[in-house]
């Protein structure tokens, strides 16, 4: 069998040998071109070769309309009628900005920082969700040499403080609806001189930050352009080694920590994506761009993008569908990408909204999609055409993502193997990455289910024993062990943290993920979970957390799920929160006819039909005897990361899951020991 990787260098100890990209076994590649060594030169070389091509389009905010709806409520058991307010909104058609248009507003935006007394390697935060603004914030930056220090737009006053005054910022850009925070956080940041924000002026709350404390200039992203534009400055170019980024991880516990990123480790991703998935792009790409770029896989994959010269089109979670819009369609069906970037959370919804749709279609409907998904699937497996179905069965379904998509990237924690086959049957392939410096990729080429591809060719791989577990490079067929990276990709380490890039990165610059995987045959990487959520149950045997939660998040029933395993038992239980309108209408196909949620999830029958629909799940991937759940708790209130549960980036907060509902879980766990 062909493989993907080639060994190289000397057996390591504790470990297998280490692995490069067969693309490129000699070298690891550092730059996608030989005139591209910073983010700075990565928009000046598209700027150039694709000037006249759309680089950022954005659609504005028309009118919100208010509609009022009537809802029912079960209070005390008592059902009720209640009116409430739905806000929707209504967008223009996209507004686009060439690349060398987006090249003057980059350099006028620089300019405007340095008339403003900003000088070179300044930090300035970005503290917004995903815009055409946030990236032209991030590259006017790069044109001076100032570094950008970005967080998520949930992590609240606090983790915003900390991440500000941590890095000693000097300006902030925010969005308008988000300037009350900034506002709070600015009186205590003594180092801040500057705000920007995006949106609709707000000359009130302007005024009162710079009463309230030393903040020097309030003013509007319009603003700062044309300042810009009215004092033209010289491009201070950054070198390779200068820090680009420091990037505030959400984090599942303690304050957040900041990951340094120099302008050579993201070139370097961009030029091994580049090696790997360039052939693929073609003139007329374009991208969807929504998730946060306060995380590395959407800032990496959006400047491949702009190297590449794709049309990034920004959108919002609020806006993607249809469902949140009036008198225009969502942002996927107005932009049309042919390229999208998704967590799990995102393609689970997409796969349970279509897989809601056909069940809610008449049965002759319902057969045609079994039967077309049936022989589709025995073709794709065969990579035989399928153009006659796509034609007359998945058009339809894909048009809900806008008619054109070709390829979708799954990031951030595991997709289940079934949507992973779902809606690269009825969708595109969804392709599959293992994001920590950019380490690996799954291309067309590599296409498969459980898999992240091989070592992406900006990096080095090898596998550590993990001797306790019993994941040895030696073990066969398949070499285990956690996973080491290394190369021009890999971060410095944490800023002003010595003491944890200490324990993450060894003196000879490997970084240890904390992640288990295995090598398949074919030169991809496994992961089979997260090092420390490894949990050796009372039979001796070890499960993943992770890899469980991933499996069985593709029930119907299930919204987000935690599984947990205590060492003094023999299996695995699980918090769920389910899908209310999978759970209702289970509950009257089944004559339950208890109408208040909070009663409803705590019914035996109720417990036992979601528990069933796990085991099926589980049955159907493989699982092992010890992997299958003893039992599962239904919570009534949504996860979120408002309430503590989910961090930043929409993962579970394992620790405080688990203390919230530290009661519920030693009552399934005394009746296995009992």
């Known amino acids: 069998m062909k493989t993907s990787t080639v060994e190289t260098g ?80 209504q967008l223009s058609p996209y507004e686009y900005v060439t690349y060398a248009e987006a090249s003057v507003l980059t350099h006028a935006i620089g300019n405007a920082f340095i008339s403003l007394g900003l000088e070179p390697k300044a930090k300035v935060e970005i503290f917004s969700s995903t815009t055409m603004d946030w990236l032209l914030m991030a590259h006017g930056l790069f ?54 924000y995006s949106g609709e002026p707000n000359a009130t709350l302007a005024e009162t930050i710079k009463q309230d404390g030393q903040v020097q200039d309030v003013l509007t992203m319009d603003a700062l352009i044309q300042l810009g534009k009215d004092f033209p400055k010289e491009p201070r170019r950054p070198e390779p080694e200068d820090l680009c980024c420091i990037m505030y991880t959400s984090g599942s516990t303690g304050n957040p920590k900041g990951v340094m990123l120099t302008h050579k480790n993201i070139v370097a991703a961009i030029g091994g994506v580049n090696l790997s998935m360039g052939h693929h792009i073609g003139n007329n790409d374009s991208m969807m761009a929504y998730l946060p770029l306060a995380h590395v896989l959407e800032f990496t994959v959006e400047n491949s993008c702009v190297f590449w010269g794709v049309t990034l089109g920004y959108g919002s979670i609020r806006t993607l569908t249809d469902a949140s819009v009036r008198n225009c369609k969502g942002d996927i069906k107005e932009f049309r990408p042919t390229m999208m970037t998704g967590v799990p959370a995102v393609w ?32 794709f497996e065969r990579g035989m055409p399928s153009k006659i179905l796509d ?105 002003k943290r010595e003491d944890i890039t200490k324990e993450t990165i060894t003196e000879d610059g490997w970084l240890q993920t904390g992640d288990i995987a295995e090598w398949n045959e074919n030169g991809t990487l496994s992961i089979i979970d997260r090092k420390k959520n490894l949990v050796k149950l009372s039979n001796g045997e070890y499960i993943a957390l992770e890899k469980l939660e991933s499996i069985y998040k593709s029930s119907l029933f299930v919204g987000n799920l935690c599984v947990y395993a205590d060492s003094l038992v023999g299996k695995p239980v699980a918090l769920v929160f389910p899908l209310e309108a999978a759970l209702r209408k289970w509950a009257g196909d089944n004559g339950v006819e208890e109408k208040d949620w909070h009663r409803l999830c705590q019914l035996p029958e109720v417990r036992k039909a979601v528990l069933g629909s796990l085991t099926d799940v589980g049955k159907q991937a493989g699982l092992k005897p010890a992997e299958f759940l003893f039992d599962v708790y239904l919570c009534d209130e949504e996860w979120t990361s408002d309430n503590g549960l989910l961090t930043a980036a929409q993962k579970i907060k394992r620790q405080d899951i688990n203390k919230k509902f530290k009661d519920e879980l030693e009552v399934m766990n005394q009746a296995q020991r009992s």
């Open 143 to 196: 044109t001076q040499n100032m570094t950008i220090v970005t967080a998520y737009e949930t992590l609240g006053e606090e983790g915003l403080l900390h991440s500000m005054n941590e890095a000693e910022v000097e300006a902030i850009f925010t969005s308008v609806d988000l300037l009350p925070v900034v506002a709070r956080a600015a009186k205590k940041c003594p180092t801040l001189k500057v705000v920007v």
């Open 391 to 495: 034609a007359v069965v998945f058009s339809k379904i894909r048009e809900q993502v806008g008619g054109r998509l070709r390829l979708a990237l799954s990031g951030g924690a595991p997709l289940s193997v079934e949507t992973q086959k779902f809606l690269s049957i009825c969708l595109c392939p969804v392709l599959g990455g293992f994001g920590i410096s950019m380490s690996t990729l799954m291309t067309p080429e590599l296409f498969g289910f459980n898999h992240v591809g091989s070592p992406v060719p900006c990096c080095e791989i090898k596998l550590v024993d993990v001797p306790d577990a019993n994941y040895l490079s030696t073990n066969l067929p398949k070499p285990q062990g956690e996973v080491w990276v290394r190369g021009p990709s890999v971060t410095k380490g944490y800023w």
């Open 348 to 379: 689970e919804s997409i796969r349970k909204g279509i897989l809601t749709k056909i069940n809610a279609s008449s049965p002759a409907a319902q057969k045609i999609f079994e039967k077309a998904y049936t022989t589709k699937s025995w073709l």
């Open 10 to 89: 000397a057996p390591q100890p504790n470990g297998g040998r280490i692995r490069r990209s067969a693309l490129s076994p000699d070298a690891i590649v550092r730059v996608p071109a030989s005139n591209v060594h910073t983010l700075y030169d990565v928009l000046q070389h598209s700027a150039k070769k694709y000037a006249t091509r759309n680089a950022f389009g954005r659609r504005r905010v028309e009118k919100m309309i208010e509609e009022e709806k009537e809802v029912t409520k079960f209070i005390d058991g008592k059902e009720t009628k209640q009116m409430k307010k739905w806000k929707y909104f």
